[in-house]
């Protein structure tokens, strides 16, 4: 008789499995911060070292940010790969949606940690003074969320093809243009009001809700 | 001759494209001219109607991709392809045409800094992903739930990216009118509007009879 995982179980093993495959590169986790570092530099670089306003400065670190949400993944899918670890996973009885809210909660975690190493780093570089805006950091952390709620999916969406390296991007940023049009408008806000917090959290709820119901599909029927 | 259906069918296909026909003549002689944007403004009666319905279709596949993955059954992914097929070559019309009124009304053919524009692009994009990944599978069953899944997510951020747009403050692109159209422009309007839909439609309806005989005449059935 098979035993099926409880949610919470299946959720919990699964996340433990995503920390694993991380720690087992930290050279690729160290790389994940190296790569919008030097992005911001080519930007200074670009701007003529002109201090530039907050929502540019946060818009480009974003922007920064979507190329490792979608790389973060590639990587992960690779090493299972590899460790012939997603075979067994599609295999076993764990719940989906549990399988998807653990490695969106992985990516997520990831993702944040480059964000507090990377705020004052671009706010000094391209700001020109140091600074922890705490609404920033909320919408960044909701940008982040929609971030790794689509490359969550979309890696798996891309499954085997041979061109996925093109084509993630493709396919992640025009879903990430709403995330960054919604983050930067919360930026230019001086007092952001309630609804403006609520509309900050939609993309990252809609990308999260989708991805937990139609995860299951991408993951059995278009891996091999 | 054909059977009763057929011809209703057939008839309605060819009172779309004489509803598309009739309303691309009104838009072009019937209202006025607005003195401030000149002859250039006739392009609204094609492009808003155009716009609407590029916007629609990815809904409506959507809709498909999700009845697929529940039932299975081919005819919605089939549906789910055609709505994307017509959102695609309509975006493609609503940008050009979108292009050639600015080029009168701003001096330049694209205004990188118009969200509306913008936001047309993205969509575009995203229909390009869609068909890209879709010519990338040869299994059938998995470019359709790939097909569905894409469509999904591909609404889900036309629908975004249109609410989104509406945050961005100064918009250039001219703002809706709706509600303060002089009579002969609002009548106008609506007419393409109506001939657009019913366009889409009967497009819908042939690109799925195309799909359907090629599919069974790849397949020997």
């Not at chain 1, 295999?91 to 998807?100: G, N, T």
């Not at chain 1, 909701?142 to 891309?158: C, D, E, N, Q, R």
């Not at chain 2, 694209?110 to 575009?124: A, E, T």
């Amino acid at each position: 008789m098979i035993h099926r995982l409880s949610f919470y179980r299946g959720f919990a093993l699964a996340l433990s499995k995503e920390f694993r495959l991380l720690l087992a590169s930290p050279g690729r986790l160290v790389a994940s911060a190296v790569f919008p570092v030097i992005l911001a530099l080519i930007y200074q670089r670009s701007f003529s070292g002109a201090a530039l306003n907050r929502e540019t400065v946060y818009g480009l670190l974003l922007a920064s940010l979507i190329f490792l949400s979608a790389i973060i993944p590639l990587w992960q899918q690779q090493m299972e790969k590899e460790k012939g670890a997603l075979r067994a996973v599609i295999c076993s009885q764990i719940d989906f949606m549990a399988l998807y809210l653990a490695r969106v909660l992985g990516l997520w975690i990831v993702l944040l940690g480059v964000l507090v190493f990377l705020i004052p780093v671009y706010t000094l570089l391209l700001l020109g003074r140091l600074e922890f805006w705490a609404s920033a950091i909320f919408a960044l952390g909701f940008a982040a969320l929609s971030m790794a709620a689509a490359g969550t999916v979309l890696i798996s969406i891309a499954g085997e093809n041979k061109m996925k390296n093109i084509l993630l991007p493709l396919l992640q940023l025009p879903l990430m243009v709403p995330v960054m049009i919604v983050a930067v408008h919360f930026f230019s806000l001086p007092a952001p009001l309630p609804s403006d917090w609520l509309i900050a959290c939609m993309p990252a709820t809609t990308y999260l809700a989708a991805g937990s119901l139609f995860y299951g599909y991408a993951l059995l029927e278009v891996q091999d | 001759m054909g059977s009763p259906r057929q011809i209703v069918l057939d008839f309605f296909s060819l009172l779309a494209v004489g509803c598309v026909v009739a309303a691309n003549f009104l838009g072009l002689y019937y209202p006025e001219v607005i003195t401030q944007q000149g002859v250039a403004h006739r392009i609204f009666y094609l492009h808003v109607p155009l716009a609407w319905v590029a916007l629609y279709a990815p809904l409506l596949a959507a809709v498909s991709g999700i009845l697929y993955l529940l039932s299975r059954r081919s005819v919605y992914d089939i549906v789910s392809l055609t709505a994307t097929r017509i959102s695609l070559i309509f975006s493609i019309t609503v940008v050009i045409s979108g292009a050639l009124w600015a080029r009168v009304e701003w001096g330049t053919y694209w205004n990188p800094l118009d969200s509306r524009l913008n936001s047309f692009l993205v969509l575009f994009l995203i229909l390009v992903g869609y068909f890209l990944l879709r010519g990338m599978i040869d299994a059938e069953e998995r470019r359709a739930t790939v097909g569905a899944l894409i469509a999904i997510f591909s609404a889900l951020a036309s629908v975004l990216t249109w609410f989104a747009i509406r945050l961005v403050e100064p918009d250039t692109h001219p703002q809706s009118v709706l509600g303060t159209m002089a009579p002969d422009i609002r009548l106008t309007f609506w007419i393409g509007v109506l001939a657009y839909h019913l366009f889409f439609l009967a497009l819908v309806y042939r690109l799925y009879i195309f799909e359907m005989i090629q599919r069974k005449y790849q397949t020997g059935v």
